[in-house]
Each structure stands twice: as structure tokens, then as C-alpha cells.
T-cell receptor, first 113, second 111 residues
Framework: DAGVIQSPRHEVTEMGQEVTLRCKPISGHDYLFWYRQTMMRGLELLIYFNNNVPIDDSGMPEDRFSAKMPNASFSTLKIQPSEPRDSAVYFC???????????FGSGTRLTVV | RKEVEQDPGPFNVPEGATVAFNCTYSNSASQSFFWYRQDCRKEPKLLMSVYSSGNEDGRFTAQLNRASQYISLLIRDSKLSDSATYLCVGGVSGGYNKLIFGAGTRLAVHP
């Protein structure tokens, strides 16, 4: 299995621009999670989906952030407009059931200048 | 108060040493627990699950104390390759489980 695939690996953008991060979960995993990691705040859960339906988006920082999962093999996290404080590593993870833990993708390192 | 708290370290130990990490969680409803390992500039990877009865995987032993809401990880005979950040994770139940990660404990094993 190819694991959880995220793209791009690195993204540098100017403040105010729209950023779209992409994720392909492991086939057969019903849960998909978006996390953000910074030195100051560690790993923060932004939103998660079960069977393509958003279940808990209480971690989404503000309206500038949105996430979609149009089908079982694809999800996006969009930031519009981006700000320098959004700079972080964004991880996508998937799981068949949280009792088994999550498998993380390699992450997208976002820098907003 | 954070839901999952860990000593950030760093723990600097010589090869061959035994080192223990502790973690506390605040949500008594948490039902699933894990330890993850994260190398520098890499994604977190599942190290082991933590069961009430305690469990061992080679040089690694995990313990759970539900009464004290406390999780531990013991690493015996430390190797240079064990140098990483170790993340304690608690699962919050309620229809759909979600995992809350601690900030991590950094371990540096030196020759």
C-alpha cells in the first residue's frame, strides 16, 4: 500500500493568496483527519471525516479554513486568504478505526510570507 | 489544562541506558491510548498501542494506569536510533473516536 499521500510537500506563498492542500487516504480507511503542527502548539486536530462526512470541525481556526472530502479517496484543506501565522506543517492521517491508531502522510510544509 | 500532558524533555541519555517517559490525560472517558514516534521533519509514526494490562514490544514497554490517568513508556537498552520525539496519545470517545496528541518528549541518545 502506498500509504497516505499528501501534496504538495512544500508550499511557499504570499500573504493573501489561496492555498490548497491535498490528501489521498489509504484505501478502505473510513476516517480522515487533518492536523496542523507548530513548535508552539504541537499537533492540533483541525477537522475529521467519517465516510466522507465532516464530523468535528471545532479545531478549524477560523472561516479562512475549509475542508472537503468529495469522495473516499480524496480530501482538500483550503486556506483563503492565507496569513503568515498559518505557516506550519499540515498532516493528513487516515484510519480504519481509531482503536488501531492513525497513519500519517508525509505532511505539507506551508510557509506564508 | 491540556488534555494530554508530557514532560517536553529533552532527555539526554547514553547508549544502553533505560529511560522512562510519563504522560497524563485529563479526560477520564478516554478509552484508547498510543505512543507515537516522530523523527525530525518527518510524520508521526505509530510506535505501539497501550493496553490496561500493560504491553511490551521488544525493548519498549507501555503501561496504563486508569485510576491515576497516567501512561508511561519505558525504553530499555537505548540505541542511537531511538533518538526522536515521543508523542503520547489519548483517544476521546463519543460516537466517533478522535485522538489527542501530547506535545511530545524529546529523547537524545548519545554514544
Amino acid at each position: 500500500d502506498a500509504g497516505v499521500i499528501q501534496s504538495p510537500r512544500h508550499e511557499v506563498t504570499e500573504m493573501g493568496q489561496e492555498v490548497t492542500l491535498r490528501c489521498k487516504p489509504i484505501s478502505g480507511h473510513d476516517y480522515l483527519f487533518w492536523y496542523r503542527q507548530t513548535m508552539m502548539r504541537g499537533l492540533e486536530l483541525l477537522i475529521y471525516f467519517n465516510n466522507n462526512v465532516p464530523i468535528d470541525d471545532s479545531g478549524m481556526p477560523e472561516d479562512r479554513f475549509s475542508a472537503k472530502m468529495p469522495n473516499a479517496s480524496f480530501s482538500t484543506l483550503k486556506i483563503q486568504p492565507s496569513e503568515p501565522r498559518d505557516s506550519a506543517v499540515y498532516f493528513c492521517a487516515s484510519s480504519p478505526d481509531s482503536n488501531y491508531g492513525y497513519t500519517f502522510g508525509s505532511g505539507t510544509r506551508l510557509t506564508v510570507v | 489544562r491540556k488534555e494530554v500532558e508530557q514532560d517536553p524533555g529533552p532527555f539526554n541519555v547514553p547508549e544502553g541506558a533505560t529511560v522512562a517517559f510519563n504522560c497524563t490525560y485529563s479526560n477520564s472517558a478516554s478509552q484508547s491510548f498510543f505512543w507515537y514516534r516522530q523523527d525530525c521533519r518527518k510524520e508521526p509514526k505509530l510506535l505501539m498501542s497501550v493496553y490496561s494490562s500493560g504491553n511490551e514490544d521488544g525493548r519498549f514497554t507501555a503501561q496504563l494506569n486508569r485510576a491515576s490517568q497516567y501512561i508511561s513508556l519505558l525504553i530499555r537498552d537505548s540505541k542511537l536510533s531511538d533518538s526522536a520525539t515521543y508523542l503520547c496519545v489519548g483517544g476521546v470517545s463519543g460516537g466517533y473516536n478522535k485522538l489527542i496528541f501530547g506535545a511530545g518528549t524529546r529523547l537524545a541518545v548519545h554514544p
